[in-house]
């Protein structure tokens, strides 16, 4: 299972009503790589990212995450999958070290306390938010949220990192952050995908590029490489 | 072998979702304080006769607990989906029935404590003596309480999401609690010297069968409503 | 495969179009037993001893519980069989049958007040089966607003299949309460606690009743196959046809 691809998708197509969020995408990518997805707003990334985290099941198509079957064995892919979308998913009326907590106990619910606010103390160091653990997260700058679920991340020590925009209302220190969980993430043979606009900051840790438009994934260095023709049935 | 990890699971959803309501402390007020206000309301509406309102008791401070308990469901997944919590919880390891178990426990919780308050308040403002009839009443609290959260937090999950989710709560949930009311309120009036023969074994038995058929149906149909 | 859902076009067995022809047909039926179960309960039957020909309400009112039972049958069958199988046409079956069994609901309360107002005396009484009837009504407008409000085509299906199924076991539940909540009612309305050519006429019309809602009932996923077909060819359009193939 280990020699499995992280991600392998074949034709898969998401729909939201009567909108094709994702239109076919065929994609494979391997343990050790950090893919930087491209793609103007609405262009399906935020779908593509739902669905690798077992979020969403596919409309049409098959995959494996890690080598389990999305869909049928989506309960054996969360455990190895950590997202951090849009929103930074925190409670506001509980403080960042009890929202660490609760994730925690959620992902390890047989750890004892001390093992596990030590690796909550361990987590906030990183990523420089000690000093206000212990206030609630509504109080938070958003930039401080993201922080928070950055460390959230982190903790869960996935082997599939999903990153939707991780970039956003992040400064200079926020951006390196980010880049050094990818780094690490990386080396320590998990696969990342980031999801952004921001090209430059991405391409420092990115491995590949892909590009998503209306649907579809293109290689974004050799140009238009239709997967339409993964949709069952388009070409039979 | 997966039990005790989703049992504890369970716990810390419920933990969670008290710590939340015991920090905002203000939606725990303002349930109680509706619910005294509905009191006062059916009081006025029912007239100043005692023993009138002795009579009616039972019904209204079901109809109270109903109507502000009500407002608790949506809030406990308003919570989640305020800053993209509720897609966080869904990717965690475990059975997502251990959302619903917890959020359950904490509703049941939260109105057990809302109706602590409440039947004393009614106890004064009706003029009821329970006597030896206090142990039952409790009972029958307990046992309605646990079959009216099942159905609330249930429904919820679906009501919380839509846009109509005010209206539509209590459409799709008062009249599942048929049963559960009429019960309640005869075991409760019986219990309360109203009604000194009434079957009270009957309908106790009914809302426990009530409890556990419908606390199976809706742990089996979660997945079915909580997923996307 | 993964398990994801089947959204392949529900007319796999024939289009709908093709049944049109047939259903026509089954509409005729209905109506000419329809006409006949009335002239046999009107002409045929004699008044009753004490409610005289009022007694003749029954003929419809009877009929139409039963078969909004069955329709509410339906929707519970096909709803669990949807959830099984997750086949778009189960949802679209327990749909149909669920406005069908709602719309004769409707008719049997209204029947039942019109009967129980000269009867009875009152247009409403808490009886145990009118009551029932009644908290079945208002389900199902539940389970018709919730699909009302849902636009998602799989949440709405799975969503309605779960409250069809708690709806339709709340029933006997709701009605052994109110039962014993009230434990005066009538005898039961069924053919054999009454008078033969009562029973004949009651038969006649239960057998038009249900042929009229299995009418309806179809007619009703005919029309909501076809919107689904469509929605499916758009659909496919919309996957393929915008990028010029």
């Not at chain 1, 361990?122 to 509504?138: I, K």
Request: charged share 20%; proline share 4%; glycine share 8%.
């Amino acid at each position: 299972m280990d020699t499995a691809d992280a991600i392998n998708l074949t034709g898969v197509a998401r729909r939201f009503g009567r909108r094709w969020a994702l239109r076919g995408i065929t994609m494979r990518a391997s343990a050790g790589e950090s893919l930087m997805l491209l793609g103007r707003n609405g262009s399906g990334k935020t779908t593509l990212l739902r669905v690798l985290s077992t979020s969403l099941a596919p409309t049409r198509g098959a995959g494996t995450v890690l080598g389990h079957a999305l869909g049928r064995s989506a309960d054996r892919i969360r455990p190895l999958v950590a997202w951090l979308g849009h929103d930074p998913g925190l409670y506001g009326d509980l403080t960042g070290v009890e929202n660490l907590r609760f994730s925690e106990r959620m992902r390890r619910p047989i750890d004892g306390s001390a093992t596990r606010d030590g690796r909550i103390a361990g987590a906030l160091e990183r990523v420089d938010l000690a000093a206000a653990g212990d206030e609630r997260t509504r109080g938070y700058s958003a930039g401080m949220k993201r922080r928070l679920a950055l460390a959230r991340v982190l903790l869960a020590e996935p082997r599939l990192l999903l990153l939707d925009e991780p970039y956003a209302s992040f400064d200079e220190s926020g951006i390196q952050l980010v880049n050094e969980v990818v780094r690490a993430m990386r080396e320590a043979g998990g696969c990342v995908v980031v999801a952004t606009h921001d090209r430059e900051r991405s391409a420092e840790v990115a491995t590949r590029a892909l590009r998503l438009e209306d649907g579809l994934l293109y290689d974004d260095e050799l140009g238009a490489v239709s997967s339409r023709s993964a949709v069952p049935g388009v070409y039979a | 072998m997966t039990l005790a990890p989703d049992l504890r699971r369970v716990l810390t959803i419920a933990g969670k979702d008290l710590a939340i309501e015991r920090r905002a402390k203000a939606n725990f007020n303002a349930v109680v304080f509706l619910a005294a206000t509905m009191l006062l309301l059916f009081g006025f509406a029912l007239g100043p006769d005692a023993a009138a309102l002795r009579a009616a008791a039972a019904g209204v401070l079901w109809l109270t607990v109903l109507f502000s308990g009500s407002l608790a469901f949506n809030r406990s997944y308003q919570t989640e989906l305020e800053e993209g919590a509720l897609e966080t919880l869904l990717l965690y390891p475990g059975s997502r029935k251990s959302i619903f178990a917890g959020k359950l426990l904490a509703n049941l919780v939260f109105i057990l404590m809302v109706e602590a308050i409440l039947v004393p308040m009614a106890a004064v403002l009706y003029g009821l003596s329970f006597g030896d009839g206090l142990g039952g009443v409790a009972l029958a609290l307990v046992l309605g309480t646990i079959g009216f959260v099942t159905m609330g937090t249930f429904y919820a999950a679906m009501a919380s999401r839509l846009r109509a989710r005010e209206v539509l709560l209590p459409l799709l949930l008062f009249p599942m609690l048929v049963p559960l009311l009429v019960a309640a309120v005869e075991v409760t009036a019986a219990f309360m010297g109203q009604s000194p023969f009434a079957p009270t074994g009957r309908w106790l038995t009914l809302m426990a069968a009530y409890d556990v058929v419908f606390l199976l149906a809706t742990m089996g149909a979660y997945d079915f409503v909580i997923d996307d | 495969m993964t398990e994801a859902t089947d959204t392949r076009p529900v007319a796999t067995r024939g289009a709908p179009q093709a049944q049109s022809g047939r259903l026509a047909l089954w509409g005729v039926v209905v109506l000419l037993a329809l006409i006949a179960a009335q002239v046999y309960g009107l002409l045929e039957s004699p008044p009753d001893r004490d409610m005289g020909h009022l007694q003749k309400i029954m003929y419809v009112h009877v009929p139409s519980a039963w078969s909004a039972f069955v329709a509410f049958l339906v929707v519970f069958v096909a709803s669990i069989a949807y959830l099984w199988t997750g086949r778009a046409r189960h949802d679209l079956i327990a749909a149909s049958a669920a406005e069908v069994g709602a719309l004769l609901t409707a008719l049997t309360l209204a029947l039942g007040s019109i009967w129980g107002r000269p009867t009875w005396g009152v247009w409403w009484t808490w009886d145990p089966r009118l009551t029932s009837t009644a908290v079945l009504l208002v389900v199902f407008v539940g389970y018709l607003a919730l699909r009302a409000f849902t636009d998602d085509f799989e949440r709405r299906a799975r969503w309605s299949a779960v409250v069809g199924i708690l709806g339709f076991l709340n029933v006997p539940v709701v009605y052994l309460s109110v039962r014993w909540w009230r434990t005066i009612h009538q005898v039961q309305s069924a053919p054999s606690t009454v008078d033969t050519t009562f029973a004949w006429g009651l038969r006649v019309n239960a057998v038009a009743f249900l042929l009229l809602m299995i009418y309806f009932v179809r007619e009703r996923y005919r029309v909501a196959s076809m919107e689904h077909l469509l929605e499916a060819t758009i659909e496919e359009r919309e996957l393929r046809g915008s990028h010029g193939v």
